[in-house]
Nanobody
Framework: QVRLVESGGALVQAGGSLRLACAAS????????MGWFRQAPGKEREFVAV????????NYANSAKGRFTISRDNAKNTVYLQMNSLKPEDTAVYYC??????????????????WGQGTQVTVSS
C-alpha cells in the first residue's frame, strides 16, 4: 500500500524557517520524482518544488526560489522541504506527491500518482 506522510507543519512568524518531511512507503522511492505542492484557502493547489534523480537539478516555483530547498534521502525514503524567510503568503497546506519516471511535466499536478494528506503551514505577520 502506497503511503506518503507529511510532517513538520507549524505556526511560525514571518522571517522564520520550517523543515517539512514526507516519509514514503509502498513503492520504489528512488524511481519516482518527488514534488511539493501547496494549497491556500480558496486557491488552486500549486507547484512548489520537485526533485528527480541525478543528473537533474531540483526545480522550484518562482515564489520558492532562493528561499526553499528540496532534498531527498533515498535510504530513508524521505523527501524534505527546507523553507526559510517565510512570508504570510506562504500560508497553505503543503502536500508531497510522487510521480513515476516519464510521467510528463513534473510541474503539473496531473503527473503525480500518489499524494500525502498534507501538513498545515501558517506564517503570521
Amino acid at each position: 500500500q502506497v503511503r506518503l506522510v507529511e510532517s513538520g507543519g507549524a505556526l511560525v512568524q514571518a522571517g522564520g524557517s520550517l523543515r517539512l518531511a514526507c516519509a514514503a512507503s509502498g513503492f520504489t522511492f528512488s524511481n519516482y520524482a518527488m514534488g511539493w505542492f501547496r494549497q491556500a484557502p480558496g486557491k488552486e493547489r500549486e507547484f512548489v518544488a520537485v526533485i528527480r534523480w541525478s543528473p537533474y537539478a531540483p526545480n522550484y516555483a518562482n515564489s520558492a526560489k532562493g528561499r526553499f530547498t528540496i532534498s531527498r534521502d533515498n535510504a530513508k525514503n524521505t523527501v524534505y522541504l527546507q523553507m526559510n524567510s517565510l512570508k504570510p503568503e506562504d500560508t497553505a497546506v503543503y502536500y508531497c506527491a510522487a510521480a513515476p519516471y516519464g510521467s510528463g511535466s513534473y510541474f503539473s499536478r496531473g503527473s503525480y500518482d500518489h499524494w500525502g494528506q498534507g501538513t498545515q503551514v501558517t506564517v503570521s505577520s
